[in-house]
């Protein structure tokens, strides 16, 4: 999958029965989603790839908008490098079916209203593109936003520089930003020093909306279900998935 720095996503990772079992995690300081989105500010989620925005923040967005609060989706990449060398998928007919399952899953988590900016930067090739990806997203932030991007030192190349680009231009624009941990539950372990655990905070979904998270990460086919023209498991397998479908998320604050 990748390595940035020491930050490495390989093998299995951390296990979700080590993370259970450590204290830390169930000590985390607990926020409600309307503390983090005050009222008459707007969420603009920023996603590298399709299923980034549900993984790390699905029960939010949906917490969020049942609050009557507005949310935008910007979907920095379509997806379609999640394949490479499959004779199932190409890049193009697979960034089709990834928007396609986007949309299944945003339906799924009840989000269907929510608005999906696209911007289609190659994916795994959004650190060479940082530059547009900062052009877009200065045009759409607008004073009142509240930014959550995936974090700046995740472990995925494409979530490190969207979190990276999102940081700049919240520093220019003044506003504020909290980033969103998805492949670092895989490379980190428990009390890991590369880890500002005092910054991460955790929100509660309650059970309705962690089924509605399971069946819209279920919706996004391509990654969670193996591809038989290649070799290995799918892109998020069970050991993946148990570490995002917790009973809460979490956020660098
Ligand atoms: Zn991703």
Same mark, same amino acid.
């Given at each position: ?13 951390? *296990?979700? +029965? ?6 830390? !995690? ?16 707007? +969420? ?26 507005? #949310? ?18 190409? *890049?193009?007919? !697979? ?69 990276? /680009? ?10 504020? !930003? ?9 490379? +980190? ?10 910054? !991460? ?6 059970? /309705? ?24 498991? /799918?892109?998020?397998? *069970?050991?993946?998935? /148990? ?9 660098? #604050?």
């Amino acid at each position: 999958m990748g390595l940035v720095g020491n930050r490495e996503i390989r093998a299995e990772g951390t *296990p979700e +029965a080590v993370w259970d079992a450590w204290p830390g !995690l169930h000590a985390l300081t607990a926020v409600d989603a309307t503390t983090l989105l005050p009222h008459g500010c707007r +969420a603009v989620v920023i996603a590298p790839h399709p299923d980034d925005e549900v993984l790390a923040c699905g029960g939010l967005m949906r917490q969020w908008t049942d609050a009557g609060r507005d #949310v935008v989706v910007v979907a920095v990449t379509d997806g379609g490098g999640s394949h490479t060398n499959s004779r199932r998928w190409t *890049p193009t007919t !697979l960034e089709a079916a990834r928007r396609a399952e986007r949309q299944a899953a945003m339906q799924e988590m009840g989000l269907a209203s929510v608005p999906v900016l696209g911007l289609q930067l190659p994916d795994g090739g959004v650190t060479g593109t940082e530059a547009a990806l900062h052009r877009a997203l200065t045009a759409v932030l607008r004073p009142g936003d509240v930014v959550f991007a995936t974090w700046r030192l995740d472990g995925h190349p494409d979530h490190e520089a969207t979190g990276r /680009a999102a940081a700049d231009c919240c520093a220019r624009a003044g506003l504020p !930003l909290i980033e969103l941990p998805v492949w670092m539950w895989h490379w +980190a372990e428990p009390g890991d020093p590369r880890v500002p655990w005092h910054r !991460l905070a955790r929100v509660r979904l309650d059970p /309705a909306q962690r089924e509605a998270k399971r069946r819209a990460i279920a919706a996004h086919r391509t990654q969670v279900e193996a591809d038989p023209t290649l070799p290995g498991h /799918a892109v998020l397998p *069970p050991w993946a998935l /148990a570490r995002l479908t917790r009973d809460h998320e979490f956020v660098f #604050v």
